[in-house]
Structures are given as C-alpha cells and as structure tokens.
C-alpha cells in the first residue's frame, strides 16, 4: 500500500496546493492556495496576465468522520485586458471544487463550492 497526502487525499488531481490544517473538536480547518495556471477569461477566452487580487472562499461544510470539514480557499482575481471584452476582472475557478453548483456534475466531489444567494429588489 502507498503512502499518500492529504493534498493528494482532499483534493485529487486538482490545482490545489494544501496551506494549513487546524483541528478542532468539532471541525476541521483545511485552509488551501488555488495553484493552476492563468486561467482563460469566461467571457472572451483569451488567457489572463495579470492578478487583480485575492481572496478566500469558504466552501460547503461537510460532515467527515464524525466533523465538519471546512475549507476555506484562496483563489486568484485576474484582469481581462481585452479591450473588447466586457468583462473586466474574473475569479480562477477549481475543476472539481470551486465551480458553480448549477454547473457542476451531479457526481460533483465531496467538497464542493456553494452558491450565495442573492436577494433582487424591484425598483
């Protein structure tokens, strides 16, 4: 039998460099890096230069051996320097972990990102 890592174990095959993890006696904290290449815009597809900026995504919490696991993900902000594209910034999204649920597969991965809802107003 091999030995694997929990990089390996959490998030198989995926760009995802493991950061930190932190037990608690209820949850258990698995804090990750997005590490892929610069992504393609998702409105004109043409690849991305330059990072905007990050920030952390906190993904569905899943029951794991008798506790939560939480992972809270950094992805990457990019900026579309397309002129004609309307997009002007755009997130790195994780095959497998971080896409949009309306997207996904139902045969989606255990951990797997949660959509927020908002609210519409009428004017």
């Keep these: 039998m091999g030995v694997c890592s929990l990089e390996d174990v959490l998030f198989p095959g995926m760009a995802v460099r493991l950061d930190e ?17 610069p992504p393609r815009c ?9 990072v905007h900026s990050t920030y952390e ?7 794991l051996t008798g506790k939560k696991l939480q ?3 950094r992805v990457r902000r ?13 997130v790195e999204q994780v095959d497998g972990l971080s896409e949009l649920p309306a ?17 519409r107003t009428r004017w």
């Design 42 to 50: 998702p409105g004109c597809r043409s690849r991305a230069r330059r």
């Design 57 to 63: 995504r906190g993904l569905a919490e899943r029951p």
């Design 103 to 119: 997207l996904q597969p139902r045969h989606a991965p255990v951990v797997a990102g949660r959509r927020r809802r908002t609210r």
């Design 71 to 73: 992972v809270k993900l």
């Design 21 to 37: 993890v932190v037990f608690t006696a209820e949850v258990l904290v698995v804090s990750a890096v997005a590490c892929g290449p």
């Design 78 to 90: 990019f900026f579309c320097d397309r002129s004609s594209c309307r997009r002007k910034t755009f």
